[in-house]
């Protein structure tokens, strides 16, 4: 019991209130007038959607900026200014390749690795993090980019999935759509958005009468293989379902009042903490976490009460 408590202490200190996000976004090169303006689109979506949060620090490249240098560039500049409290999100979105060894992200000129990108964030002091790879072949790119404390999203399940996939369109989408919110948190998590994605991916395959091509998974505890959502089992799913990507609704609109802002972080930690105790339930002794998580819900009542004010 006093193991479990301890870890589930653990995870309190490293599942920090949301200071501040760093987003990251990079539509990589189209090849066809189609794709370059699909993608494009999409960065264009996510950047005003991440601009619209308050305390956000937004960097979008696209067109002739997509480069491998003005992407070193930026991931320098955030390693620079992020703080370990601070969240980062990076969003791929494009075409990718696999040569059953390496994965690489197509840019304009020199393309870059996933082993390179994932130096790039390893340089970022922000403890939670979430890498989404929305490319064909992203798949491949799991393994690089796994570690602890790190989510990864690949539109593909293998490197090997290497046509050009829909997923971005459905997971910009579930950022801008209220539904995504399954929990009615007025905030959507990196779980609710991947979900949401998922199935309107599957559901776009369905309507076409075709052969899906791409199907979506994650990797969230910093080893083992990528999972889709249904083979999700233990810790797995565990940082992705407590790390907001966006703020919707009356969450956003107290981020930007600085009366409520206080509010609002202490939520999301009361949140987080409920999280953590709840995969840490079998662990331990019945009573102890009766009591614990009693305790934390009725502070997140309060908090909740003083936000609704």
């Known amino acids: 019991m006093r193991l ?38 999409s960065a264009k979506d996510l950047d005003k ?16 900026d997509a480069t491998r240098v003005r992407l070193t560039e930026t991931m320098a500049a955030v390693a620079r200014e992020a703080k370990p409290e601070d969240d ?14 390496e994965y690489k992200f197509n840019l304009v000129g020199p393309d870059v690795s996933a082993a390179d990108l ?5 340089r970022v002091l922000a403890r939670r993090q979430l890498v989404v790879n929305t490319t064909s072949a992203s798949g ?28 971005a369109r459905y997971w910009v989408e579930a950022l801008q759509d209220p539904t995504a919110d399954v929990d009615k948190s007025d905030s959507i998590s990196a779980m609710e ?24 998974v994650f990797q969230d505890t910093g080893r083992g293989e990528a999972v889709r959502v249904g083979a999700a089992q233990g810790k797995e799913g565990a940082l992705m379902s407590s790390m907001t990507v966006v703020r919707i609704g009356a969450s956003q609109a107290a981020m930007n009042d600085p009366a409520k802002r206080d509010l609002l972080a202490k ?30 819900l009725l502070q997140l009542a309060a908090v909740q009460e003083e936000l609704e004010k």
């Open 193 to 216: 958005a991947f979900q949401y994605a998922d199935r309107k991916t599957a559901a776009f395959y369905e309507s076409q009468k075709r052969l899906a091509t791409e199907h979506a």
């Open 88 to 101: 980062f999100v990076l969003t791929l979105i494009g075409h990718g390749s696999f040569d059953s060894v």
């Open 49 to 64: 959607v991440f601009k619209a949060s308050s305390g956000a620090h937004v960097y979008t490249l696209m067109g002739k």
């Open 118 to 122: 994932a130096a790039m964030c390893d």
């Open 140 to 167: 491949g790119s799991v393994v690089a980019l796994e570690r602890s404390g790190r989510g990864v999203i690949a539109a593909t399940k293998t490197g090997t999935e290497k046509n050009a996939t829909v997923f």
């Open 267 to 296: 939520k999301e930690e009361l949140e987080q903490k409920i999280d953590a105790l709840k995969y840490q339930k079998a662990a331990m002794e019945p009573g102890e976490y009766k009591k614990q998580l009693t305790e934390a």
């Open 4 to 41: 479990a408590i301890g870890v589930c202490g653990l995870l309190m200190t490293v599942l920090p209130v949301r200071a501040s996000v760093y987003y990251v976004t990079v539509a990589g090169i189209g090849g066809e007038p189609d794709y370059e303006q699909r993608f494009t689109a």
